[in-house]
């Protein structure tokens, strides 16, 4: 079966680490860009890292930026995401997704996504 | 706020068609890059629904559809059923952000 299943959400102090997991089976992992969305309650989704096949190039949006770090093992089928200096707006369900499109990687879109893990961040 | 403009909802009896749009500028739609569209139940895992403007995956039914003209996408969504009810996203590149961005999400309502 092709399938994403994201781990290592829970409740963090503001200012603590995370490190979430995305394991991947039924395709050939190491052949996809990998995409992290968030979704904060009540509010749409949002994108905010990206990974190319060969973890040559890593993208993040602005409002995560030098507090997460997007990664991957490509013998282990798997991404991950480590998450610094939480802040209470990260507080969110986190889904891992795999890219897909063969227009380059500005034009990618996501054709398989995980159910997702959630991240609260509160004191 | 987000880049691409979508209405926060919109509403259909079953059987009537619904549009909904997503409006970009220069530096993502208009710029060229592709358009996709997502379903997403709440609690569930989203789902890709129209990939490159128009296209539909495998086992998507041929009830929705998409367009795009210029800076501007629509998903359309004929003969409504109850079970179309859901978030709906689209989803381009913008190069002045150099991000990948969704719209602000539509939730359709079948009455």
């Known amino acids: 079966e092709v399938r994403l299943a994201e781990s290592g959400g829970g409740l963090v102090k503001p200012g603590g680490s995370l490190r979430l997991s995305c394991a991947a089976s039924?395709?050939?992992?190491?052949?996809?860009?990998m995409v992290w969305v968030r979704q904060a309650p009540g509010k749409g989704l949002e994108w905010i890292s990206s990974?190319?096949?060969?973890?040559?190039?890593?993208y993040y949006a602005d409002s995560v930026k030098g507090r997460f770090t997007i990664s991957r093992d490509n013998t282990k089928n798997s991404l991950f995401l480590q998450m610094n200096s939480l802040r209470v707006e990260d507080t969110a369900k986190y889904y891992c997704?795999?890219?897909?499109?063969?227009?380059?990687?500005?034009?990618?879109?996501?054709?398989?996504w995980g159910e997702g893990t959630t991240v609260t961040v509160s004191s | 706020q987000s880049v691409l403009t979508q209405p926060p909802s919109v509403s259909g009896a079953p059987g009537q068609r619904v549009t909904i749009s997503c409006i970009g500028s220069?530096?993502?739609?208009?710029?060229?890059?592709?358009v996709h569209w997502y379903q997403h139940f709440p609690g569930t895992a989203p789902k890709l629904l129209i990939y490159?403007?128009?296209n539909r995956p495998s086992g998507v039914p041929d009830r929705f559809s998409a367009s795009r003209s210029g800076s501007s996408a629509s998903l359309a969504i004929t003969g409504l059923q109850a079970e179309d009810e859901a978030d709906y996203y689209c989803?381009?590149?913008?190069?002045?952000?150099?991000?990948?961005?969704f719209g602000g999400g539509t939730k359709l309502t079948v009455l």
């Open positions: 997704a795999r890219a897909a499109g063969s227009n380059g990687f500005f034009y990618i879109y996501l054709d398989l």
């Open positions: 039924g395709f050939t992992f190491g052949s996809h860009g």
């Open positions: 990974i190319t096949t060969r973890s040559n190039s890593k």
């Open positions: 220069s530096s993502n739609i208009g710029a060229d890059f592709d």
């Open positions: 490159v403007d128009r």
């Open positions: 989803q381009s590149y913008d190069s002045s952000l150099s991000s990948w961005v």
